[in-house]
């Protein structure tokens, strides 16, 4: 009786073969997908993605005021409100404007902030008090949006009943975050109805370095005569 030898299913076994093709490519696309979202994430290591100043209700305040997202924020939202509503003709040289930032922000960043602004926007010191002042009153980032509410003087309507300037509450809608901040939307409050005013951030100059005392001469060297 002749042995039969089992026919070997070639269709099969190409089929199998074209499913496993199929299926590393499938993995390779999700692992791809995967290492992007990885890359995106560590590109970001250095952002905000939640902060607030003041603190919100049940949060605590944003632990560090010189965070670059923070500061790329403020300044976006800060030049934005000061070209909408300048504090006087853009043609007036040297200083317009003082800028009121959050506590902790180091003389440096204080610097490049209002330059950034431009407009004539300096920090706010002592000596610039008599400066038309623009507040930054709240900072609230959430992931990709941001909102910052700006306290803007009215010079214009002249001094409140107090001597203070009239000030405007002006809300600035950003998003960003992977990309550069850029303004949405804003929105306005009536003129005179700011509830509360911020304290006053005085940008303060690094102290002096003391220069070191002199070296002693070493133990056993000799007066010098006279």
Not at 9 to 32: C, F, H, P, S, Y
Request: net charge positive; with cysteine.
């Amino acid at each position: 009786m002749p042995i039969q030898v089992p026919r070997t299913d070639t269709r099969g076994i190409i089929r199998a073969a074209r499913q496993g093709r199929m299926e590393a490519n499938r993995m390779k696309r999700l692992v791809g997908g995967l290492l992007t979202v990885v890359i995106a994430f560590s590109l970001l290591g250095g952002c905000v993605s939640w902060a607030s100043y003041p603190a919100a209700p049940g949060e605590a305040a944003v632990k560090n005021p010189n965070d670059p997202a923070l500061i790329d924020v403020m300044t976006t939202a800060m030049e934005w409100v000061v070209r909408k509503y300048p504090p006087g003709p853009e043609q007036q040289a040297g200083a317009r404007l003082a800028v009121n930032l959050p506590p902790g922000i180091r003389p440096r960043l204080y610097e490049a902030l209002a330059r950034d602004v431009g407009h004539g926007a300096v920090p706010l010191t002592r000596e610039r008090t008599d400066l038309p002042i623009y507040h930054i009153a709240q900072v609230r980032i959430r992931g990709d949006e941001a909102a910052v509410d700006i306290l803007r003087p009215l010079i214009e309507l002249g001094a409140a009943p107090s001597g203070e300037p009239v000030y405007q509450e002006v809300r600035v809608n950003l998003r960003g975050g992977v990309r550069p901040w850029t303004v949405t939307s804003h929105r306005e409050w009536t003129p005179g109805t700011v509830s509360r005013m911020p304290d006053l951030n005085f940008m303060e100059p690094p102290p002096a370095a003391t220069p070191a005392a002199p070296a002693a001469p070493p133990a056993g060297t000799p007066e010098p005569q006279r």
